[in-house]
């Protein structure tokens, strides 16, 4: 009889992965884990519930995941307009009657890769960004609650990120981040849809 997560996960999560998902215990209280779970469903030897989430501590509130967003948006901005200015990379320079637009592709090119790269590199070691980790959250893959791998949160990333970058800024970030305070029964953004990922809290 297999013990395995579901068929369908892609790549297995690593056994020493800290945060990969648990059977409910059988008794206990207090804990993220206490709730009774749903009647498990026709899976693989039994082990899951057929409720994913099951297991896994409980979904964020979207209001705190949006103050983490906010943190994060701040800190990958400050190195932006560091390396910017650095480098002389403006939104845009005006020289006499001159007004130079080309170099606002670059600037966006540079705060797109920033920005997927610092929740890429972030989220893959510990599910975590820094504003998700002073405020008690992390991303958990939504079958069986392990650390994103880094294909995952790769695609997770640039949903987030490339539109916001090049085209639609904090109205995409609003949309993307936003969809979270409607969806159910997941409170995913539309980030997470594309990555099947949910984020949740760890304290």
Not at 6 to 28: I, L, M, N, T, V
Not at 140 to 153: C, I, K, M, R, V
Request: aromatic share 10%.
């Amino acid at each position: 009889m297999s013990s395995e997560p579901p068929p369908g996960s892609g790549q297995q999560p690593p056994d020493d992965d800290p945060f990969r998902k648990q059977p409910p215990p059988a008794e206990g209280s207090g804990s993220p884990y206490s709730a009774p779970p749903p009647p498990y469903g026709d899976t693989p030897g039994g082990s899951y519930p057929a409720d994913p989430l099951a297991g896994m501590p409980p979904l964020a509130p979207s209001g705190r995941r949006t103050l983490a967003r906010i943190i994060d948006m701040i800190l990958v901005a400050i190195v932006v307009g560091l390396v910017t200015w650095g480098f002389g990379v403006n939104e845009y320079n005006v020289n006499g009657d001159n007004v130079q637009y080309g170099k606002s592709l670059a600037q966006s090119l540079l705060a797109a890769v920033l920005y997927i790269a610092y929740d890429t590199v972030m989220i893959t070691r510990s599910g975590q960004t820094l504003g998700k980790k002073w405020l008690g959250m992390r991303v958990a893959n939504l079958d069986n609650g392990s650390t994103p791998s880094a294909q995952t949160t790769l695609i997770r990333s640039a949903v987030l990120w490339i539109p916001f970058a090049f085209c639609c800024a904090c109205v995409w970030t609003a949309i993307s981040g936003g969809w979270s305070y409607f969806d159910k029964p997941y409170k995913q953004g539309l980030h997470d849809k594309a990555a099947k990922t949910v984020v949740v809290s760890t304290g």
